[in-house]
């Protein structure tokens, strides 16, 4: 297995607090990593400077065995997905949502695709003409995940999504993202206290304080 995601003493201070110290880990092509620890030991924040939605400090970030520094943004976050905690949707519809990866593709959308996509995490297909505004947490939850998913990235960095979710969208979302990383071989980082989640992990690593405790496999 190919390295996908390296971390090399990346470390992370504002205003002269540090946030991260010297995190360090390496993650393969397909594997599925989770990341645990008590609320605000810096979690999130190592999925964040992966994503390159924040800026490290110090240290090295590496996707495919070239600096993040070194890619363009818009072509980084199309292998390299990030899908937050509270889903942002825009426009009116799902349709608007769904329709987006397209347009930054300068593609012709697919609306067969887009159904298809909608149906996978259980949501029929008039949805792609629902108001954005009549949708639970959940069906937000999931249309902004799929979202992600009209274009396969090579990594999806998970943060916490399914932390507000009732018991049937977890268990949808649990379903999709084992799919994906077990049919598809996409490489998942996914923050989660959630049993089931880190259960369905092959590496799982522990911060604290923002420090790395330890580092088990499967």
């Not at 924040?54 to 990030?82: A, C, H, L, M, W």
């Amino acid at each position: 297995m190919k390295n996908i995601i390296d971390l090399q003493g990346v470390s992370l201070k504002i205003n002269d607090q540090s946030i991260l110290k010297h995190i360090s880990f390496k993650v393969n092509s397909g594997d599925f990593l989770t990341i645990t620890g008590p609320s605000g030991s810096g979690k999130s924040t190592v999925l964040k400077l992966i994503a390159g939605l924040i800026s490290r400090t110090s240290g090295d970030i590496k996707f495919e065995n070239q600096s993040i520094d070194g890619y363009d943004p818009i072509d980084y976050r199309r292998d390299v997905s990030y899908c937050f905690q509270t889903p942002v949707l825009f426009g009116e519809t799902v349709k608007d949502n769904l329709e987006f990866p397209y347009v930054i593709r300068k593609k012709t959308f697919d609306e067969a695709h887009a159904i298809a996509e909608l149906e996978s995490v259980g949501l029929p297909s008039h949805y792609l003409s629902k108001s954005i505004n009549e949708l639970s947490g959940g069906e937000k939850q999931r249309v902004a995940l799929i979202r992600n998913l009209i274009f396969l990235p090579k990594v999806l960095l998970l943060d916490e999504i399914t932390s507000a979710l009732d018991s049937e969208s977890k268990k949808i979302i649990h379903t999709l993202i084992n799919h994906l990383n077990d049919s598809n071989k996409i490489t998942i980082l996914a923050v989660t206290h959630d049993d089931n989640e880190i259960q369905m992990a092959d590496q799982l690593i522990n911060i604290e304080n923002g420090q790395m405790m330890e580092v088990t496999h499967e």
